[in-house]
């Protein structure tokens, strides 16, 4: 009988800051060690950060994160520690978990499963391992994987179960989308089911960049059942205590060097405080709201800044974002802007300002007729043979954005934009207007999604956070007299179905119409058409937007990379 | 004796534009066949354009692109045509190129080598081809090979020549970078040489977004040396015609199914009016001028705009500007705009007016005082008890980006932007002010060299067309009373140093101190360092930055891809 306790440690690193980072991973091992852990591990590229990106390319970059994991291993006892790392070998980096046991690293296993599509470019970084060691632990034998190793099926897994590995520890930094937790859970008790083997699942949370890390690391047992599970958008130290009987026949493969004992789990137990009984169940909405929300504090604390401002128009995006914002970081950390034109309604202040007074936040109002007076006065002779238009429109939308940055750079604020995934998509926003920012929280969330989401937040407070008015009255920028979204864009229904089939799923405009007939009882292949090449025609925007986190399938950022210059259209 | 006659067509394709690519390419197709060309080659991609990006995720798009080379390849006859597309097979995409015979593609060969690092994403779309075919035409073998396939050294034209090849056909999409044309031309002269073949190196012409193709298109005997070349930086088909004796000696390689007869070049003629003598020699400055127009022009007439505005503050970069747009598009298709604030000189207009009437362009004066103002006075009482800095300056910079804007989308102007690289790395611009525009020409040109651009224009004119005045003044951005760049920044000979080496060099801090210290003769490590943390820190400003021309190794776009919140410090 072995009893072996394995802990998960789901942290948040930052990515560059080595040092914080060693200390976070310093400080779980002695958490661990006073819960006497066998083996704990950490998240894919801990000591760096994922993704590290291009400061990879920098020499002093990598020796410097080399330089911290043998620094670290040197105070690591008893424990045996994954933790991962950039690993170089004769010039050449590799995405690597380093294996620690009494004060040495012993063993480096280096990822084989490059992932290069959607937001990933680990080729772009990365050679690919080409060794798969099993180590023994407590005469355990152990099989170390990272990632994207674990989603090619009969691959790695397989091989090392062969190979009589019984644990098979998996780190990660595997980005939240909002039906990938599911995909991920049923892979893990695939995987493990299949081959026989316990998975440790180690993921990363927090926030960077674009990206959102969810956490949700698992241990299932040797039938594919999960036995310890960690809350998701938290950091958390799960820590389970497996005893387990040997058997003694041999594995018959005498050549392979590896360790090939079979032993087989009988039972385990659950040792830890913060381990939820099963997989805990957050429903779509519930967690596309946390994933925001971790992900915008991330940016704003990650960019060293303490407060945020959002310019509330009294429309349902800004109240959304002005939500996301006191959620994120507390209410006495934002500061809410109202930004009046000649065209805003005195309803919109109204409701901008029970919003304000709902989430907490102080208003402020700072009124931009007189300065569009001065606007239209300089350009008067210049436009004086034209009709008004989105020109001026556009003005409007500008004197605010540069109010807004006047009020960021003045007070040290983060300016938090507005736009969602509807408008990022058809390029309805004013860029350098609306769309000015340095993060856009909303950016991967449809027109149909924030109303979901604020109706989800109302629930979850059990009043009118935001206000219903607000959400019931039909969608304007008020940049002219009695201007809605609609006169513009089609519903944001038939918008939105358009934009997912197109962006996320990548159909084609005839499969595109198919399912809008399925949806919507008629086809409309003009307005389909019309709009796919309106999203097309937008690129130029949406590469000059602000970072936004990723929640869907496909995000507008680095996960989408069209050619601005490009003459396709679609029939 | 075998006569053959080769052409390489260099042509300037637009991404995405299937149609209009194919049209030219029958057109020069129809045009080699006039001058009885027994092979003409097309660049990389030529049916897509290159780089098509996310486009080719689209099933439909990679569809009508191979319709395209079915529907192209109907009408070549006699003519045996080499044209670049995207391939698919069982659901895998490949970057291929198309040996059409007789209405018929009668080889394809898949591009080996996928570049993955630098602008390149290749591993993100393609799956590499495993297979060399050799075609015989006119009793002369023939290998095909794509971009990066021939830089793989003992690689891809050793085997070909290993089996008989005598010609090896080298299709690109090779973005221009201001050194790389000499390492092009050795490169092939070299691998020519050591193989013993005729390489026909065709690459494609023309700007598309960040990237700017050189063309440079060359043919080289079997001993390395250039027999005939194109002109760079223009649509060009060269026409080439070969003599050749053939030798009965039979290859000993029986086994290998390709066609391996061994036949000896004798001698060549050349019957292209286009061709150059001998490789042209542009000086460094010159090739990055036309690289720059090109790429302008290409910008503006690929995304259908036909008139640009430039922002002409009586400074260096605007005029620069300035006077690339009146190259590329003509100076009746660029208005110059002077928008004058209360810390603007009356000396920076007359220098503005001056350059402008150099170059033919128009300038209209929209004073930015009153607007100015009006913001003011209405932030006055929220900015009361601070005192003036960065916030106030880029008030002003955001009051021009908005106008600008307004008249380019009043007017359907495209607005280009007149941020250099020195300030582009240091963020010395103001998001949504002066770095507002579509397109960033000199976002890639230093300001160091910004001068001697400058310098260079006022040669090949013969007189002053950027007055002395504006090339001799001190920089300022001329945002607060006797402002100078040289208050924020260091001399830019020294901080163009220090971006060099650690933006493209990618060097550490000790290591650009030591080459720091060489070329000004001490060493300055905290200058350094504060400069390289400057430039990760701005790395924000930059992702929203319009896109511009790359011209160094490493330009500060799609090049360079880094994190936003990053905890890294240089040290």
């Known amino acids: 009988m072995t009893k072996i306790t394995l802990a998960s440690a789901q942290i948040n690193t930052t990515v560059g800051d080595i040092n914080s980072n060693a200390k976070k991973i310093i400080n779980f091992i002695q958490k661990a060690e006073k819960k006497k852990v066998n083996i704990i591990t950490f998240p894919e590229l801990t000591i760096t950060g994922y993704p590290p990106e291009d400061l990879v390319h920098y020499d002093h ?11 670290i291993s040197k105070s690591v006892k008893n424990i045996t ?25 012993k063993y480096i296993y280096n990822k084989i499963y490059l992932p290069n599509y959607g937001v990933f470019d680990e080729k772009r970084y990365f050679y690919p391992g080409n060794e798969i060691p099993i180590f023994n632990i407590n005469n355990i034998n152990i099989g170390v994987s990272i990632c994207e190793d674990i989603w090619e099926d009969g691959g790695l897994v397989a091989i090392q179960a062969r190979r009589g590995a019984q644990i098979i520890i998996n ?21 493990s089911n299949k081959n026989k083997v316990h998975v440790l699942y180690t993921n990363q949370v927090g926030g960077q960049d674009e990206l959102v890390f969810d956490g949700g690391s698992l241990l299932t047992d040797d039938k594919g059942e999960i036995i310890s599970s960690s809350e998701r958008f938290k950091e958390n130290l799960m820590i389970t205590t497996l005893e387990i009987k040997n058997k003694q026949k041999e594995k018959k493969e005498k050549k392979e060097k590896y360790i090939t004992k079979n032993i087989k789990l009988n039972r385990f137990e659950n040792s830890n405080q913060n381990i939820l009984p099963k997989v805990p169940n957050f429903s779509k909405i519930d967690s596309i709201y946390r994933a925001i929300i971790l992900g915008t504090r991330d940016y704003v604390i990650k960019n060293n800044f303490s407060r945020v401002l959002v310019a509330v128009s009294g429309g ?30 005195d309803n919109s202040y109204k409701d901008a300002s029970i919003l304000c007074e709902n989430l907490g936040l102080e208003l402020i109002k700072i009124p931009i007729k007189n300065i569009h007076k001065s606007f239209d006065s300089s350009l008067e002779k210049l436009f004086e043979k034209s009709k008004p238009g989105l020109a001026e429109e556009n003005i409007q939308s500008r004197i605010r954005g540069n109010i807004m940055m006047a009020l960021a750079n003045k007070f040290n604020f983060l300016l938090l934009a507005t736009g969602n995934k509807s408008e990022m998509a058809t390029g309805y926003g004013t860029l ?42 039909p969608p304007t920028a008020e940049l002219r007299p009695n201007q809605l979204d609609s006169d513009s864009l089609p519903p944001y229904d038939k918008l939105d179905l358009i934009i997912k089939l197109y962006v996320e799923k990548k159909f084609s405009p005839d499969k595109i119409a198919r399912e809008f007939k399925k949806k919507f009882g008629y086809m409309n292949k003009k307005l389909i058409i019309e709009n796919i090449n309106l999203i097309d025609r937008n690129e130029y925007k949406r590469r000059q937007s602000p970072p936004g986190i990723k929640i869907s399938n496909l995000a507008l950022g680095k996960d989408r990379r069209l050619p601005i210059s490009s003459g396709w259209k679609n029939t």
């Open 61 to 71: 970059f990598v020796e410097a994160n080399i330089k911290k994991i043998k620094e």
């Open 171 to 191: 780190i990660n930094s595997s980005p939240y989308e909002y039906d990938k937790y599911a995909k991920r859970v049923n892979l893990i008790k695939n995987i």
């Open 316 to 345: 349902i995006d800004s109240a959304l974002v002005a939500a996301i914002a006191a959620d994120a970081i507390g209410p006495k950390n934002v500061l809410a802007v109202s930004l009046p034109s000649k065209y805003s309604s």
């Open 81 to 105: 520690t994954v933790i991962g790392f950039v690993n170089k070998i004769k010039n050449k980096l590799y995405n690597s978990a380093a294996v620690i046991q009494n004060k040495k690293i």
């Open 432 to 473: 350098y207007g609306d769309m000015a920012g340095a993060f856009s929280c909303i950016k991967d969330v449809s027109k149909t999604m924030v109303y979901e989401i604020c109706e989800h937040i109302n629930k979850i407070n059990s009043y009118e956070t935001i206000p219903v008015n607000i959400i019931n009255k």
